[in-house]
């Protein structure tokens, strides 16, 4: 009908021309790389025919190297054994700009197995098109030892599309993809890499489908992306691990529900999440170590009625100066150093009735300037240096008869610890002056001993000070004053 394509010189360019009709569609079967100019004529679709062969073999490109046309709406890629891949208008300024990465979904059928498990990859400028070709492609990243660092650094991208059937978002997959601000996991993926999107600095949602099969989420694999305010996990998650430093400075992320099939969180998981106000964690996670250090808006800790968790570790908690109010479940062992140092806001630590506490780390609590009180379990063997240090705070505490070891300066610049109960022998025995005991006594006015075991043990420091008894529940204690 008078349209035809003629080569532009020595150039790869043909120019279609017809001046006088208006083509509503164009079939290109010619070598590549095209680039197509319009003269007087409105395309409003473009379909690529590929040599399957080519495309087996991970050798294709795609023809197009450019399409100047304001009015095409869609494009399409077919080969033969494939079903078509369309891109449409909703998608095709992004396309056009190269802000769109699609990761396509097509399996092959009646082709022969291919070794190599390598995405093929279809351009137009920065836009990338990845299609499985005859063999299915499971993992973007890195693959089998082999690094394929999909988006990595590349600012123009800004919406990825993950199809179904990819299992694996490797190492680095969207790394420092600074204008991407979207993302959907297919709910077929089981794993994220280690810092597979960290530096996405405009991520802003991260949905994980409502039947989501991940189960880890990699180190560092969201670090730094401050611009991200939510992350749904969907309602039967399947996730176990959140790695290391994985959230690590999502100083925008407000809210995050860690799904109870979690059973472990990283260091540094949600460090320096300045924007979270609330925290839920598992029933079934049994430790977590500095996983939410410098949250310093976070408001509340719910650990659940029937909480494993048996150790917090070194500064889950440090530096978290909006927080108020703690209750330790009753399984937790140990306490480590610096958990809760710098929070300056907390006023109430509960250990429960049946608390197993042995060891309070050394720095655990220290510069905690609103607590005013704290009961000790009986369970707890050793307080550890520094343990309450700079607690301007607080008034009064009970050392039990547990307590075997108080580290150096455990109550140093404790300036308003007046009352001091002492359950044991042990740290009767010991406390025979202001800066023994950690400083216990350092600022003590008052100190209170039950009365069987002043009369058992020497300690010449309280015993040479003025001193009443009274009554605590059928206990009588020995009041010295100091």
Known sequence: GGYYLQRNGQEEEFILYNPSQTISSLQDTTDFPIQIRLKDVSITSFTQSIDAEDLANGLLAMPVYQVMCGSLTSITISASGYDPITINADNFQEVMSGNLLVILDQAA????????????SVTFGDFVVFSRG????????EEYGMEMYVGI??????TVIIPDGILQLGTEAFSRCSSLTTITIPETVTSIGDYAFQWCSSLQTVDFGTNSSL?????????CCTSLQTVDFGTNSSLQTIGSNAFDTCTSLTTITIPETVTSIGDGAFSGCTSLTTITIPEIVTSIGSAFSGCRNLQSVDFGTNSSLQTIGSNAFQGCSSLTTITIPEEVTSIGSFAFSGCTSLQTVD???????????????????????????????TIEGSAFYGCTSLTTITIPDSVET????AFL???SLTTV?????????????????GYLLQYAQTVKVPTSIVSTYDNSFLEGLSSTTEMIGDVEYTVFTI
């Not at 189960?215 to 670090?223: E, L, P, R, V």
């Not at 002492?422 to 005991?437: D, F, P």
């Open 109 to 120: 059928t009646g082709q022969t197995e291919f070794e190599q498990l390598l995405p093929m």
């Open 134 to 141: 005859v063999t299915p492609v499971t993992s973007i990243g």
């Open 153 to 158: 650094s590349n600012n123009a991208i800004k």
């Open 215 to 223: 189960q880890t989420i990699g180190s560092s694999a969201f670090f």
């Open 351 to 381: 250990f429960g009735t049946n608390s197993q506490l042995q060891t309070i780390g050394d720095y655990a609590f220290s510069d905690c300037s609103s607590l005013t009180t704290i009961t000790i379990p009986e369970t707890v063997i």
């Open 406 to 409: 108080i580290g150096s300066q």
């Open 413 to 415: 610049n404790c300036t």
């Open 421 to 437: 109960v002492i359950e044991g022998q042990y740290i009767y025995n010991n406390a025979t002056s202001t800066s023994e005991c």
